[in-house]
């Protein structure tokens, strides 16, 4: 990379973010929202999101860190103790919790209207922003795991319609999709993608719901790269050749997300970020991994995922929302960019990839019905008075047969 000096960047950057937005892929502000609160933010008298608060994340500092485009996490943790667990069809209150998570996000959108506004698309975002001046925040969701979905095609679909915009195949357990980073650490194999996770990326191209590989494995990425017919997000990873954690997006994989027209997302925690030699994470070091991207596959595969609200504490000059513009003016000054290559990094590479996935969706609704494939170790278990009720069509009850589990430890009436 040739650096040139770059004039003004103070001025200049200041008039870039009245017309483009800041972006950041990920913020777990609701998930403190949880735990903390049990989700009552408007009746605990100590909550002002208009005000200073003690996290990472609240409407003063977003606006200092000129934040346009939000999406908040919905993040609920897998449900067992064990993190490489392998049992699957073990009922659980995944789904009941991420809609929670769903639903604390629309109602602080409804709380703070004055500075949010829930969005869908992609130009809805962009719209919102600028119609109001930078005045008021597009706001929408990721879900972080496919665990959260709980074997089913169908629920990816209902958050879809909730207003999710992204899905992570996986978050630091397995599933009956795809196998996750931490599971290799932990010495399991790397499955990579299942013929499941196959249509499930088919599903989530179908309905145009970015298809997110932080968390996922080395083999998950390579496969998602070979099949899916819309560029993918990494919605909080950093580069595993500065820092070598499973977590992090190799070389080989960077290139494919090239050829795919993907976006990868810097993650600020700083264990992501350390790099051989330094004894503290600081700014330079996420301008460091973004550098990376750009030298091997260009300014327009770059993006922010800071998973604020959701670490520790995040880097020297990266600790809160309110540090988007010192980095961004740090690889400005770093770099030599051009204002077009500021812009995509702050924001209009990952909205590119949003309306991307809309046009793919748009071309194969017209092809293709919703993907109906079940896992094939699910355990379907009725009560046997459900074999009384009314046949579908002659023979109806024969076709699922084999796979059904009837038990008669209950009566209808």
Known sequence: ??????????????????????????????????????????????????????????????????????????????????????????????????????????????????????????????????????????????????????LSLAVVRQYYDLGVRYITLTHNCDNPFATAASSVTGGLPDKGLSDYGRDCVKEMNRLGMMVDLSHVSHKTMLDVLEVTQAPVIFSHSSVYSLTKHERNVRDDVLKLVKDNGGVVCINFLPIFLKQPGHDEVTVEDAVDHIKHIVNLIGWDHVGFGSDFDGIPKGPVGLEDVSKYPNLIKKVWGATGATEEDIVKMMGMNVLRVWKECEIVSERMKNKIKPVESNWDQREWIFYEYCREFPELFPGAYKIKEKENIYKDTQKLV
């Open 1 to 150: 990379m040739t650096v040139n000096k770059v004039e003004n960047i103070e001025e200049r950057f200041n008039e870039l973010v009245k017309k483009f937005p800041i972006l950041d892929t990920h913020n777990d502000f609701p998930y403190n929202l949880r735990v903390q609160l049990h989700y009552e933010f408007e009746s605990t008298k100590e909550f002002n999101f208009d005000s200073l608060l003690t996290s990472q994340t609240d409407l003063v500092r977003m606006r200092e860190g000129k934040i346009g485009v939000q999406f908040f996490s919905c993040w609920i943790e897998c449900k067992e103790d064990d993190m490489y667990y392998q049992d699957f069809n073990k009922p659980n209150s995944v789904v009941r919790d991420t809609l929670e998570q769903i639903d604390v996000v629309k109602r602080l959108v409804d709380e703070y209207s004055h500075s949010f506004k829930f969005v869908h698309t992609a130009d809805e975002a962009l719209k919102s922003f600028r119609d109001s001046e930078t005045k008021k925040i597009s706001i929408t969701l990721g879900v972080e795991g496919l665990h959260q979905v709980d």
